[in-house]
């Protein structure tokens, strides 16, 4: 592998995508807004509707902090694979324990028609599969 060909300066900060971009700023003023809001009508047991309606089930997915983290983050990945801090790469060969299971699956261990996988091989004596089947 090469020595990467930026700075510690050159690298993009996620502080920039999540807090200092004019639509971070406007996205977490509503999420405030929106959340305040919500907490106040609890508080206050003012029952308003929209908050017990589908639109509000809706808004509280978008204004969720783990919502805001991947779309705002998004631009900060793609600022990191345009840099060449990140890039692409295929699996390393061998990283795998095995090629290939007799069902074609990456992980014999967990293929039933595989004599590798233990007790979830169809034939092994311990196998729930068995216990519960003909005998």
Not at 52 to 59: K, M
Not at 87 to 115: I, Q, V
Request: glycine share 8%; hydrophobic share 45%; charged share 15%.
């Amino acid at each position: 592998m090469s020595e990467p060909s930026f700075t510690a300066n050159d690298r993009p900060r996620l502080v920039n995508w999540l807090w200092h971009r004019w639509y971070a700023k406007l996205y977490w003023l509503a999420f405030a807004l929106f959340w305040m809001t919500l907490h106040a009508v609890w508080l206050l047991s003012l029952g308003s509707d929209f908050f017990r309606s589908t639109v509000s089930a809706y808004a509280m997915l978008i204004f969720n902090p783990i919502t805001a983290f991947v779309v705002l983050g998004a631009g900060y990945i793609h600022a990191l694979f345009s840099t060449g801090c990140l890039e692409w790469a295929e699996p390393a060969e061998g990283s795998y324990p095995f090629s290939r299971s007799l069902g074609g699956l990456n992980d014999p261990c967990s293929d039933p028609a595989d004599p590798r996988s233990g007790i979830n091989w169809i034939g092994s004596p311990q196998s729930r599969a068995r216990r519960y089947g003909e005998d």
